[in-house]
Every structure is written in structure tokens, then in C-alpha cells.
């Protein structure tokens, strides 16, 4: 694990480097500012960092550390006042809101805290729901569904509602659901937060696997210090920059 201290000189996004070094993700001086009463907030203040392909990245920061703000521009759900983001080397921050929900819905996934799952859906149902939104042809769906709830350890509550499940076995379904159309990047936005230290170091574990299993990047945040050593990469982050 290597804990950051901000990276000095943005990183060239290279497609023909060697595989295993290959950045999935690059920024370049994001900045982010809201206007709140006339007055802009500086959320972000020139944040630069990398993704690398089957890595597991942890932004840590206090509450209103901008780390939410940071993980919304990344996958598209917000757009940065200034700087660059490109992901797979294609200029994310620059495309329209229509080519970002493409580039979503066919390439990240996103795990939240609340576990984000249809109620009244078995769990089998809830990732059926992500490969349909994805376009996955329903012949692929009894495979692809078995396999994502084995990866995640509940092959055997697939027929259970959320209602019915643990709060880490809700976790787990988001990830499967998450992870149903094969995206090359995962965001989570602090998913072990609601759990206790017994269940947050299962969903590591099984972030570590689908890593190994999946050939995903997963980048989250968290302010839990100790699942840090799981780490490929820690960027520490203080109002809104990186230290």
C-alpha cells in the first residue's frame, strides 16, 4: 500500500503502455466550485491523481472533505468547473451529459452507502435489473447473475428480498449488481460505513476478489482507518485537496 501525498506532474494516459501499468483514469487540476448564496465554495482545488487497471484505491478524508464531490466528477454524475478527467483515454469531462451515461452505463459501476436496492426484488432480481438497464441480452442473464451472487457469496440468498438479508449481504447484492455488466471501474461511495468491522472486512475481501476475478478498478472513499493496509493506493484528503 502507498499512502499518496498528491502527485506532482499528471501522468500521460498511454493505450499501448504494458498492461499491468496501464492508467484506466487520469485528473489533471480538477477544481469543483458550487455558488452557495452568491458566494462560490471552493469543493475541490486542483486535485490531480491516477487509476490504474485492477487496482484498489481508497480516498480517506473527514466528513466534507470534498472526497463525495471528487467520486461524483469521476463517474460523471457531476461536471468539474475546470481541469481534466480522462478515463479509458477518452476526455470525460468535455463529453455531454448523454455521452457520459453511455460511457456509464456500459463501463462503470457504482456501490452506495444506503446499498441502493429495488425493495421488492430478490436479490437475483436486483442484478437482473442492472444487466437489463445495460442492455445485456436476457439469454446471458441466468449465467451472468449466478455468477456475480457466487463471486460475492450468496449463491444461496438469491431468492431472499433486501428486507430478508443482513446488512452486509445487502452490501454484497449491490456489488454483484454493480459488477453484473462486466464495467471496467467501480466507485463506491463509503460502503462500509453502516457496517460493523466484522462485515466491512468481508466486502473488502470480496473487493479483492472480484479485482482478481473481474479485471475491475475500484476506487472508494472511506474514513475508516482500518481497512487502509488493503490499499494498492490511499490519497489523503483535507478540504478539498490532497496532502
Known sequence: MAILQGDEESTEVNLESAEESRNLLTVTDLVRTFKVGGTPLHVLKGIRMELKERQLVMLRGRSGSGKTTLLNCLGGLDTPSNGEILFN????????DDQRT????????????AFALMPLLSARENVEL???MAGIPRAQWKDRVLQCLELVGLERRMNHRPFELSGGEQQRVAIAKAIAHKPMLLLADEPTAELD???????MAVFQNIIRTEQVTICMTTHDPTILEVADRVYEMVDGKFI
Not at 483515454?89 to 455531454?96: A, I, Q, R, V
Not at 456509464?104 to 452507502?113: D, E, L, T, V, Y
Open 89 to 96: 483515454g477518452l476526455p470525460f469531462h468535455s463529453m455531454s
Open 197 to 203: 468491522s466484522g462485515m466491512s472486512a468481508q466486502i
Open 130 to 132: 442492472s444487466l437489463r
Open 102 to 113: 453511455l460511457v456509464r452505463r456500459k463501463h462503470m459501476g457504482f456501490i452506495f452507502q
